[in-house]
Structure formats: C-alpha cells, structure tokens
Nanobody, 120 residues
Framework: QVQLVESGGGLVQPGGSLRLSCKAS????????MGWYRQAPGKERELVAT???????NYAVSVTGRFTISRDLAKNTVYLQMNSLKAEDTAVYYC??????????????WGQGTQVTVSS
C-alpha cells in the first residue's frame, strides 16, 4: 500500500503562481510514473501532467507552457509548478502514482486532493 499526500494548494489571483507537492510513502519497490490530475465542479477528472521513467513528461494542451512537472526520485516526491494561473485552472488537484510494491504490480494510487482556487 502506497500513500500519496499532496500539499501547496490555496487561493491565488489570476496571473499568480502556486507549487504543488506530492510525496509517496509506504511499501515502494519502484515508481514508474507520477502525475497530476484535476477535477473542476461539474466536470470529469482530467489529466494535467505526468512524468515517467527517464523524466519523460506529458502535459495537457491547456497547461502547456504554463505548468511544469518535476520529481525528486530520492524523496519519492513530484511537484507541479503552476504559473500564469487562470480562473479556469480552479479545481481540486489530485496526485497519482503507478508503482511496483514487493516486486508485484503495477498498482495505481491516488491522493486525497488539494484545492486550487484562482480568483481576484
């Protein structure tokens, strides 16, 4: 079982920046990929960005050029630097990880989410 704990959400004005963090802990043999998803009120959860082995990244078109995903392998932590935030970025942001545990897997784990609100 792997737990994901997000932090860094909050209220920010349009054009501002926030940095989200997500730390994975538990019985981790290897993490294949980590990522961020978001869900706005009345909408389905959508991919924001992922980072996989070799630091291969993938971004939603809507955040490309504004958001940057990175990770610290030693800390099992993934970050999401969000710049030039817009009102439409308002959502609950969820961390996700695909991992192997005790040589078995891959398994899928989700964090509980952190609220990001962009408003003046």
């Amino acid at each position: 079982q792997v737990q994901l704990v997000e932090s860094g959400g909050g209220l920010v004005q349009p054009g501002g920046s926030l940095r989200l963090s997500c730390k994975a802990s538990g019985n981790i043999f290897r993490i294949n990929s980590m990522g961020w998803y978001r869900q706005a009120p009345g909408k389905e959860r959508e991919l924001v960005a992922t980072i996989a082995s070799g630091d291969i990244t993938n971004y939603a078109v809507s955040v490309t050029g504004r958001f940057t995903i990175s990770r610290d392998l030693a800390k099992n932590t993934v970050y999401l630097q969000m710049n030039s935030l817009k009102a439409e970025d308002t959502a609950v942001y969820y961390c996700n990880a695909w991992y192997y545990s005790s040589g078995q897997g891959p398994f899928d784990s989700w964090g509980q989410g952190t609220q990001v609100t962009v408003s003046s």
